[in-house]
């Protein structure tokens, strides 16, 4: 009695004419839109950001089939995908380095550690976003606000931070550029993270901080009358 013969096979389990490099090579050009609409947003240190987290990831991949003398992966465009969603969920100040940190942990532990792409268990970026926001809580939790003037003329400070250096304040930079207010949940990260108490009405209504005699607003309230 003749047996039939069964294969085992990983996905994709069907195939068609586009292959696996088509069609990430298109989930790349889909994105593109965003990532320009992030520069156009926050200017110069969102494009760096973005270009130095899917470099990271880039090159961390080629590293790894390298040392494992395996085929080179970087040409179906998966780290590059991975790279760039990742860069897209941190914030437009994130240090460059700290980038490039999530970008080669993104790779190494998300997705070489399980055997390469379709074997991953996780998605890869957000393993990497999961990693810095452990490693870094403060850097990933502050915020700037779009269309800044003169975005494209000069980097957020933080930006530019030097590698296991705090990040500079950015209260001045924001200031000097004419921001009357932006909201966030500022009580609930100065009692994570600073430890300082507050009231119920704060938590409900917000708090307000001077910096060179500009009013924040965190959150919630209307900026005074200047």
């Not at 088509?22 to 973005?50: D, E, H, K, T």
């Amino acid at each position: 009695m003749p047996t039939s013969k069964i294969e085992l096979r990983t996905s994709p389990h069907l195939h068609s004419a586009p292959s696996v490099e088509q069609i990430m090579r298109n989930v790349v050009y889909a994105m593109l839109p965003i990532c320009a609409m992030a520069v156009y947003q926050f200017g110069i240190s969102a494009a760096a950001l973005i270009l130095v987290v899917t470099g990271s990831c880039v090159l961390t991949e080629y590293l790894f089939n390298r040392l494992s003398n395996a085929s080179a992966t970087i040409g179906d465009w998966s780290a590059t995908i991975t790279g760039m969603l990742l860069a897209l969920t941190l914030p437009p100040g994130f240090p460059l380095w700290m980038g490039a940190v999530a970008g080669f942990i993104d790779i190494a532990m998300g997705k070489v550690m399980f055997g390469g792409i379709g074997f991953n268990l996780f998605n890869p970026a957000l393993v990497g976003r999961a990693f810095v926001q452990a490693a870094f809580p403060v850097a990933i939790t502050t915020w700037t606000p779009a269309m800044a003037p003169g975005r494209f003329l000069e980097f957020i400070p933080s930006t530019l931070a030097l590698p296991f250096m705090s990040p500079p304040a950015i209260g001045d930079w924001i200031a000097a550029k004419g921001v009357d207010s932006f909201t966030g949940a500022t009580p609930l990260a100065l009692q994570k993270f600073v430890g300082e108490s507050l009231f119920l009405r704060e938590f409900v209504l917000g708090i307000q901080a001077q910096a060179n005699s500009k009013n924040f607003t965190r959150p919630f309230m209307p900026a005074a009358p200047r």
